[in-house]
């Protein structure tokens, strides 16, 4: 690739901070520091046409987690870590939702449920019986309120499941696709450049500068650097973190369908929402959390088949639906559900690890990492 002197001096030179990954965290970063310094020369790198771990890949939820993922954290976590954990979650989607807008996102708040197998009944009542408890826990990060989980019969026509589901009216859904495109507005509205179709192969210290290798054709270098690759970020960091591929359908729209809100299912292993009269439905990485273990995009006959028996056996069972579209993408998940925002060496930084809730924490993270990069 032989670029032009424009090309390098408009995009390639005297960069201050160089940001690598335009997801929601890399994009959030850059926003950040753009908002607070609006000299900075501020450049996102993305390897793929659009962002290529989650964010544009993910269901829509904005949710803080079930409340059979929380009784799970309390097992490996203390309180007042899970305390921080959940509090995080509600800031970061507080701040997403004032930074871009619910409209510009499509925000809606229909509740989320926690649903069960009819198999799963020691989980069921394990949660059930817990409701108080979790609820006396975090009635401070909502402002006291006394009651954000409540016990209700399940109200829609879904089979071979409990009679009985967890409900979270603070939960909400939203459009990732527009809160991807009102983030990029943003950024350009501010000045950030975005390059995409740029892969950074491998950064390096230079003098008091960071070298950057693109596309294994170009070199140039930045002040600072971000990275913002989540699932992808061992390539050049060493830390508790693995990929964890996630597969997901849509269905074509559904005439009259009633399903409205976000469904949390086996442990939040799969989970499925309404979004235009159609059924969003992901998860089964427990079918083999070797195989999903993963950087590659893809998908298998084992999590497809399983998805596909629960749409027909529990989810739409006297319902007729086809199949429009399958997809995947990448998660960064480790032994500890606190992201990574920290220097991995000099005057570079890491904003990474956002176990699944990228949604949640992932404007937070950006601003933390915009932080940290400022902060030397």
């Excluded at 006291?144 to 989980?149: A, D, I, L, N, S």
Aim: glycine residues 8%; hydrophobic residues 40%; charged residues 20%.
């Amino acid at each position: 690739m032989n670029l032009s002197y424009w090309e390098k001096h408009t995009w390639l030179t005297n960069i201050d901070v160089a940001i690598i990954g335009s997801g929601i965290v890399g994009l959030s970063c850059a926003l950040t520091l753009k908002q607070r310094n609006p000299k900075l020369k501020v450049v996102v790198f993305e390897k793929g046409m659009l962002p290529s771990g989650a964010s544009t890949k993910n269901a829509g939820f904005a949710c803080f987690g079930s409340i059979s993922e929380i009784l799970d954290d309390l097992k490996t976590h203390t309180e007042d870590e899970v305390l921080n954990l959940v509090q995080a979650r509600v800031n970061g989607l507080q701040l997403l939702r004032t930074t871009l807008g619910d409209t510009e996102i499509d925000y809606q708040q229909h509740g989320g449920y926690e649903i069960f197998t009819e198999n799963d009944t020691e989980l069921a009542e394990e949660c059930i019986d817990n409701v108080p408890m979790v609820n006396n826990l975090l009635k401070n990060v909502f402002s006291g309120q006394k009651e954000v989980f409540s016990i209700k019969k399940q109200p829609f026509s879904f089979k071979n499941v409990q009679k009985q589901v967890i409900f979270n009216r603070f939960e909400g859904q939203l459009d990732t696709g527009k809160m991807m495109k009102a983030l990029l507005r943003e950024c350009s509205e501010k000045g950030v450049l975005v390059l995409n179709n740029a892969e950074i192969m491998s950064i390096s210290a230079e003098n008091d500068q960071i070298s950057l290798n693109l596309n294994n054709t170009v070199t140039f270098s930045a002040k600072k650097v971000g990275i913002a690759t989540n699932g992808f970020a061992k390539q050049f960091l060493e830390a508790d973190l693995q990929p964890a591929r996630a597969q997901v359908l849509i269905t074509y729209p559904i005439p009259n369908l009633k399903v409205k809100g976000t469904f949390h299912l086996d442990r939040g292993y799969y989970y499925f929402r309404n979004i235009h009269d159609r059924i969003l439905f992901g998860g089964g990485r427990n079918l083999d959390f070797s195989a999903e273990q993963t950087t590659q995009m893809g998908l298998t006959e084992t999590v497809q088949n399983e998805l596909e028996r629960l749409l027909k056996t529990t989810i739409l069972p006297e319902t007729a639906f086809t199949i429009d579209s399958r997809w995947s993408g990448i998660m960064g998940v480790g032994k500890q559900k606190k992201p990574i925002i920290r220097e991995v060496q000099p005057n570079v930084y890491c904003g990474v690890r956002l176990g699944g809730m990228g949604i949640a924490i992932g404007s937070s993270v950006g601003n933390e990492l915009a932080a940290a990069i400022e902060s030397i």
